[in-house]
């Protein structure tokens, strides 16, 4: 069973940066499709970034692309969200996901990832 734990999260004024991490324990995550996902107050959890198993694919939600980049380290069971010029927009919990069948076709499906986190704040004020 893999285990996810983010981290990173804080509170950043507009146009800050901030980096996401995501560790994850119990096997191997060189297996795994990954994700994050985000929920803010009020709204239904959305897609934000994808990375496919070696990390040479990645996608992103339209409202953070040329703002936020993702990237993993399979040798350290790691996965992380670089996120810069933040906006308020962006204030949400965010959660990595695994999805042991990943594909380019359903990146961003909630329902096909098999594990998560269980989420770190990101506030930005204006």
């Known amino acids: 069973q893999v285990q996810l734990t983010e981290s990173g999260g804080g509170v950043v004024q507009a146009g800050g940066s901030l980096r996401l991490s995501c560790a994850a324990s119990?096997?191997?995550?060189?297996?795994?499709?990954l994700a994050w996902f985000r929920q803010a107050p009020g709204k239904e959890r959305e897609f934000v970034s994808s990375?496919?198993?070696?990390?040479?694919?990645?996608y992103y939600a339209d409202s953070v692309k040329g703002r936020f980049t993702c990237f993993r380290n399979n040798a350290e069971n790691m996965m992380y969200l670089q996120m810069d010029n933040l906006q308020p927009e962006d204030t949400a919990v965010y959660y990595c996901a695994a999805d042991a069948t990943w594909s380019r076709t359903h990146y961003d499906s909630q329902r096909d990832y098999d594990y998560w986190g269980q989420g770190t704040q990101v506030t930005v004020s204006s």
């Open positions: 990375i496919s198993w070696r990390g040479t694919s990645t």
């Open positions: 119990g096997y191997t995550l060189v297996s795994y499709g």
